[in-house]
Nanobody, 123 residues
Framework: VQLQASGGGLVQTGGSLRLSCTSS????????MGWFRQPPGKEREFVAG????????AYSNSVKGRFTIFKDNAKNTVYLQMNGLKPEDTALYYC?????????????????WGQGTLVTVSS
């Protein structure tokens, strides 16, 4: 299984970015998918998740109302639409696939990870 993440970049405060993560070797419709991020010098943290089959979503409190996770099963791709970006959103963003159709905020529940894509928000 390989996850290819893309879409990061440099954006000003209040701007938007859309991250993409394409899976090869695992059909995402049957598995939970998640986005995590790791700010400089900090631990990796949960951002958003979406379940397999039902597509139920979950978000961390810090991004709720600004970020949206969604997926295109036909393209085997999950997205993270990020609006209203803030400097504290600056981080390396990772996508991951769960070992089941569920999604959680725990890193240990995800068995494959993408390489990360850098998001930098300038003030």
């Amino acid at each position: 299984v390989q996850l290819q993440a893309s879409g990061g970049g440099l954006v000003q405060t209040g701007g938007s970015l859309r991250l993409s993560c394409t899976s090869s070797g695992r059909t995402i419709s049957g598995y939970g998918m998640g986005w995590f991020r790791q700010p400089p010098g900090k631990e990796r943290e949960f951002v958003a998740g979406i379940t397999g089959w039902t597509g139920i979503t979950a978000y961390s409190n810090s991004v709720k109302g600004r970020f949206t996770i969604f997926k295109d099963n036909a393209k085997n791709t999950v997205y993270l639409q990020m609006n209203g970006l803030k400097p504290e959103d600056t981080a390396l963003y990772y996508c991951a696939t769960s070992a089941s159709r569920c999604t959680t905020n725990q890193k240990v529940d995800y068995d494959y990870w993408g390489q990360g894509t850098l998001v930098t928000v300038s003030s």
